[in-house]
């Protein structure tokens, strides 16, 4: 990976270099690569995910004055895996990753996993690297851009958000995700995720992915409660 190369894609120049390095290191690499001098990217992501929901739940309470469940919509369009991913895609990230040589060669919907979650990490990174304005220059400039198109074309009707308001509206009730299952390696990885209101299991879904997983139990609890 050049870094300079992404850093002027990304338009931010790091101080530590190892951090932007770390962000793009997935755990497959380091099962085959035991000697490299950095971890994979997994506490990046975790830092990430909240720095961008952070990011742009402000940005939407600063400049839209809608109801609540608009714009918990709106953010759940512009911070899910299938919208980090078409932005990882159009910074190229794919081509700076660090993969085991399995990953490598799989170009499916794993890997647009693997690319959604390496920009979450770049987030996390450029959060301590830069700091929270220039987090916050990224993600407008990167990901809040895509904000029109959504709302233009009313993309955020996805199972989730439609879940979650639904379930607001009809029980007062925020849904929640829990594991119940996961198995396989890292590079093929299953869960079974399920969709509760407080204690009650509504729906279960499976996926590659935790976020498919409780995208496809919402899309079950719609069903179930006849939401749809």
Known sequence: MESSSLEKKIKIEFNNKDLLKQ???????????PAF??????????????VLEMIVTEYLYENYPNPEGELTNWRASLVNSKMLAKVANQLKLNNDLFLS????KD?????????ANALEALIGAIYLDQGYKESYEFIKREIIKELPKIIKNK????PKS?????????TGITPSYEVIKEWGPDHDKNFIVGV????????EGQGISKQEAQEKAAADGLKKKKWN
């Open 23 to 33: 962000a793009l290191v997935h755990r497959s690499y380091l099962n085959e690569n």
């Open 37 to 50: 001098n950095l971890k994979d990217n997994e506490r990046l992501e975790f830092l990430g995910d909240a």
């Open 101 to 104: 040589k399995g990953e490598s």
């Open 107 to 115: 170009t499916g919907r794993a890997r647009q996993y693997i690319s």
């Open 155 to 158: 993309l955020y009707h996805d």
């Open 162 to 170: 439609l879940f979650q308001e639904k379930a607001q509206d009809k």
């Open 196 to 203: 509760y209101l407080e204690k009650e299991l509504i729906a």
